[in-house]
């Protein structure tokens, strides 16, 4: 339905323009990004899902493939959450969720240090720059916090809910080094996405 009104207001001729205006060198090295970049996602789900489950980076490129597809229909990226479902055994659905969760925020974390180096040498205002590089880091210290800390042995969070205790005692037992490996994977995936945005502006 969304699709159908978002199609049924648009110009069929000025998309037809568009189309046949593009500059092939720039779509051919977005759509090779946009490849690698799939494969990148793919070896990043398989660095963090074999600790919970067998899987071969074959199955993971499939995952990845298949969420993406999801996205395409369903909001907020609900495709890299259903993926989980499409898991050979059944049984693996309910240890794979800390790995999607870990997934998204380590994204959230890639973006936040990803946009801390432009808003420093922006021209925009010092408060401005000021807000924006607190928020940022205090994203970044939040999920540091999340990811090294025990925090179900703390008695303020002992009560929190099962799946959440569940995917704090995950992001601890993933140690520094497993982590700030996997950061780095999905920082450097986030700036293939960004050249690929680029190189679509170019077209």
């Not at 660095?47 to 071969?56: E, L, R």
């Not at 008695?155 to 037992?173: A, D, G």
């Amino acid at each position: 339905m969304l699709l159908y009104i978002i199609f049924a207001n648009s110009n069929f001729e000025i998309l037809y323009n568009i189309l046949f205006n593009v500059d092939i060198f720039w779509l051919c090295i977005a759509m090779g990004l946009l490849v690698f970049s799939i494969y990148i996602s793919a070896f990043r789900w398989l660095y963090v899902a074999k600790v919970k489950v067998p899987i071969n980076f074959s199955q993971s490129l499939s995952l990845t493939l298949l969420g993406s597809s999801l996205n395409l229909f369903l909001p907020s990226k609900l495709g890299d959450l259903l993926k989980i479902y499409f898991v050979a055994k059944e049984d693996h659905v309910k240890q794979l969720w800390p790995c999607v969760i870990y997934e998204k925020t380590i994204d959230v974390v890639s973006l936040s240090l990803i946009c801390i180096i432009p808003l420093i040498v922006s021209d925009v205002s010092f408060f401005l720059k000021f807000v924006s590089i607190a928020c940022c880091a205090t994203i970044v210290s939040v999920f540091i916090v999340i990811f090294t800390v025990r925090l179900w042995q703390i008695y303020l969070f002992k009560k929190m809910p099962k799946f959440l205790i569940e995917t704090n005692v995950f992001f601890y037992e993933l140690g520094l080094q497993r982590q700030f490996a996997f950061l780095s994977i999905s920082l450097f995936l986030w700036v293939i996405h960004l050249l690929q945005f680029s190189a679509f502006f170019y077209m």
